[in-house]
């Protein structure tokens, strides 16, 4: 991974980045003030080379200048839009493409550096991320990047932090991005507790078949009847001394979704190995939470179970007991991941009790059909919980718009031979999965919000800190809103 270094002055006569903003409409880009100047003649030269660069200062832009036999050799104009953090992160990100043919470059940046610093550090981060299981392609040549600010030692904890939520992000990008001929439930559980390994203060209970038999988690085991890899049930605990807060965290984990005995198409198909998207984003912001030392208590549900299509899968039809007893009629298998959450979260909301409760899943085509492919779908009860957690998502630079808990659909989860019909015919998608989610939160109810983040779990395209391919969506919004509680 890119090393990323503070430093008072340019250490190397290489490349020298210099940021560059808006100024109007119709007028060039002006150099942003950065806390160590360039050096009188250099900023002269770069101050007069825009008009004819055509930069209008967005973030992102990047205009290449070569100064044979001089010190820096190459200036490098970047837009960084309003320089806000989330500027300079489509900046960096841009930057580090831009840059995949150097191995060192320097960047200079504002005196009060912090957003700057920890958006230009993400945005590097995450736009030079690669998910190879081959060498054809080769890898980015950029190794080191040197940030010139005014005072490195107390920048050093922003950085630090940036890194952190960068290396958490790129972790569940890694997991959805696996394929699930490796990533089966077993290897999904051995992948936390290898990453949680050597942490006296963080706690793993996985449960197999027949601790989830035992304990009637007849959800996830319904689920993953069909598959020859057995399910699983993550419980990964940060507690950390003197928390007041105790947050429960449950992703969905369906290592592939072929859609069971109701099974998808071809097209459908073809990306359900990112199913598991929800679980590898929970299971990253609580190993973040940990290693940021944030205090609050984090406990990580996932179920991992893999929806297959054999002789021991579950039938449409089928009546499935969740953990503490609710039961649900399920005539379509290809509405998995409901099943699994649910009895997660009665799990949490019985055994664990926490203060408040956060789900995350991949869990309805419905949500790129209401709000496109790059804003989740986010349920509360509570007007403040969902304004917090969308503030801070949004603060991170991702995106979700909430929706509502209609109850006028309520009526459309009735069944006559089961508490609940698990995937009603009539009403929104994505609502009536929120819905049933819901019956499953007993007194929490309002103190829970759901997230339906099966569009912006994935992007198809290169797109600001965001390459093709898993995201990590949800790993930098969580751990921004879990800084916020104490
Ligand atoms: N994993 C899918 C949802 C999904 C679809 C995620 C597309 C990402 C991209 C989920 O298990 C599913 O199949 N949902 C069904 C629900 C329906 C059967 C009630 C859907 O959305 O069609
Ligand atoms: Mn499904
Ligand atoms: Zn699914």
């Not at 060039?28 to 003030?33: G, K």
């Not at 790059?374 to 919980?385: F, G, K, T």
């Amino acid at each position: 991974m890119l090393a990323i270094r503070l430093v008072s002055g340019p250490t190397r006569p290489d490349t020298l980045v210099l940021p560059v903003r808006p100024e109007g409409p119709g007028a060039p880009a002006t150099l942003v003030p950065t806390a160590v100047p360039p050096g009188d003649d250099v900023r002269a030269e770069a101050s007069a080379l825009l008009p004819a660069t055509r930069l209008t200062g967005a973030a992102g832009e990047v205009r290449e200048h070569l100064r044979p036999g001089g010190t820096p050799a190459r200036l490098w104009l970047l837009g960084v839009g309003d320089g806000d953090e989330h500027g300079w992160r489509v900046a960096a990100a841009a930057l580090a493409r831009a840059a995949k043919d150097e191995t060192h470059i320097t960047i200079t940046v504002p005196d009060e550096a912090t957003d700057a610093l920890r958006g230009l550090a993400e945005g590097l981060l995450l736009g030079s991320y690669r998910y190879r299981l081959t060498q054809a392609g080769g890898t980015p040549a950029l190794a080191e990047v040197d940030i010139v600010v005014g005072d490195p030692e107390a920048l050093a904890p922003t950085l630090a932090a940036a890194r952190t939520t960068a290396e958490m992000t790129r972790l569940a990008r890694d997991l959805t991005n696996t394929p699930s001929s490796t990533k089966n439930p077993e290897w999904f559980a051995a992948q936390v507790a290898s990453a949680a390994s050597g942490r006296a203060d963080l706690h793993l209970r996985v449960r197999g078949p027949e601790e989830l038999d035992a304990e009637g988690f007849g959800g996830i085991l319904a689920v993953g009847g069909g598959s020859a890899s057995g399910p699983r049930l993550v419980e990964l605990d940060w507690r950390p001394a003197g928390a007041r807060t105790h947050v429960v965290l449950v992703g969905k984990g369906i290592t592939f979704d072929t859609g069971g005995i109701s099974i998808k198409p071809v097209p459908a198909m073809k990306l359900m190995r990112k199913d598991m998207a929800g679980a590898a984003a929970v299971v990253a912001a609580t190993l973040g939470a940990a290693a940021l030392g944030l205090p609050v208590r984090v406990t990580t549900l996932a179920p991992l179970a893999e929806n297959m299509v054999s002789g021991s899968a579950f039938r449409p039809g089928d009546i499935i007991r969740h953990y503490g007893g609710l039961t649900s009629e399920s005539t379509n298998s290809d509405a998995e991941g409901r099943l699994v959450l649910a009895d997660a979260m009665a799990y949490a909301v019985r055994e664990l009790k926490p203060d408040l409760m956060v789900d995350l899943a991949t869990l309805t085509g419905a949500n790129a059909v209401a709000l496109g492919k790059r804003h989740a779908a986010l349920y509360s009860e509570n007007d403040d919980l969902a304004a917090d957690l969308l503030g801070a998502i949004t603060a991170a630079g991702e995106r979700a718009w909430r929706m509502p808990l209609a109850d006028d659909y309520v009526e459309y989860l009735g069944s006559e031979i089961a508490d609940l019909h698990s995937s009603p015919a009539r009403g929104a998608g994505s609502v009536v999965a929120a819905l049933f989610l819901r019956e499953f939160t007993g007194d929490l109810r309002d103190r829970w919000v759901h997230v339906d983040m099966s569009a912006p779990s994935w992007s198809d395209d290169v797109h600001g800190e965001l390459v093709k391919g898993a995201t990590g969506w949800g790993v930098r919004g969580l751990l921004r809103w879990l800084a916020t509680l104490g």
